[in-house]
């Protein structure tokens, strides 16, 4: 996939408690990476490797393309980034793209929630309920651009609790796909 196959279409890339890593770049290409499970994205002569399918990846930034055709706006696809390091002129990033795989991702930032809460003691709940619930609301936001009204109903669900001080176990989140 050439930038003429993603003409317009940008990548804008944020963490998980929705700070911006890297601003809206246009797409240079997409090619496969060696591994079947990655593709490497090129932005402004930056390689970044995205942890999803080829395919997965060509559909996103197709689907995009022809919003962009058809509406005349300038989309954008949001990676959510759970790790990100530079090296040199190549910046290695492992992402999900329009908010796929959420369950993991939730699950990830209930871990670090329940060591912070055991490591720190109570005087820090507040900092690390805080934290979780940012991490839940930027993947709403995604599940909103994607428009995946099971993941936002959950979502909202998810908010709340955590706003509530509710304990939010792994399992509640099996309809988040």
């Known amino acids: 996939m050439t930038k003429e196959h993603a003409q317009g279409v940008f990548i804008r890339f944020i963490d998980f408690r929705?700070?911006?890593?890297?601003?809206?770049?246009a797409i240079d290409g997409v090619?496969?990476?060696?591994?079947?499970?990655a593709t490497y994205v090129y932005l402004n002569g930056t390689r970044l490797?995205?942890?999803?399918?080829?395919?997965?990846?060509?559909?996103i930034i197709s689907e995009a393309e022809k919003a962009r055709k058809t509406n005349?706006?300038?989309?954008?696809?949001?990676?959510?980034?759970?790790?990100?390091?530079?090296?040199?002129?190549?910046?290695?990033l492992?992402?999900?793209?329009?908010?796929?795989?959420?369950?993991?991702?939730?699950?990830?930032?209930?871990?670090?929630?329940?060591?912070?809460?055991?490591?720190?003691g109570a005087h820090a709940e507040r900092a690390a309920r805080d934290s979780l619930t940012r991490a839940i609301r930027s993947l709403?936001?995604?599940?909103?651009?994607?428009?995946?009204?099971?993941?936002?109903?959950?979502?909202?669900?998810?908010?709340?609790?955590?706003?509530c001080g509710e304990h939010i176990e792994p399992y509640k989140l099996g309809n988040i796909a």
């Open 18 to 25: 929705g700070e911006l890593l890297l601003r809206a770049s």
């Open 31 to 37: 090619v496969p990476s060696e591994k079947n499970a």
């Open 49 to 59: 490797t995205v942890e999803l399918p080829y395919q997965t990846v060509h559909e």
């Open 72 to 92: 005349g706006d300038e989309p954008y696809i949001e990676i959510i980034c759970y790790g990100f390091r530079s090296r040199n002129s190549e910046s290695r």
């Open 94 to 120: 492992k992402g999900v793209a329009m908010g796929k795989e959420y369950k993991t991702l939730i699950n990830k930032a209930l871990e670090r929630f329940y060591f912070r809460l055991s490591a720190s």
């Open 140 to 163: 709403y936001d995604v599940a909103f651009y994607a428009d995946d009204l099971d993941a936002l109903n959950e979502l909202s669900e998810l908010i709340c609790a955590a706003e």
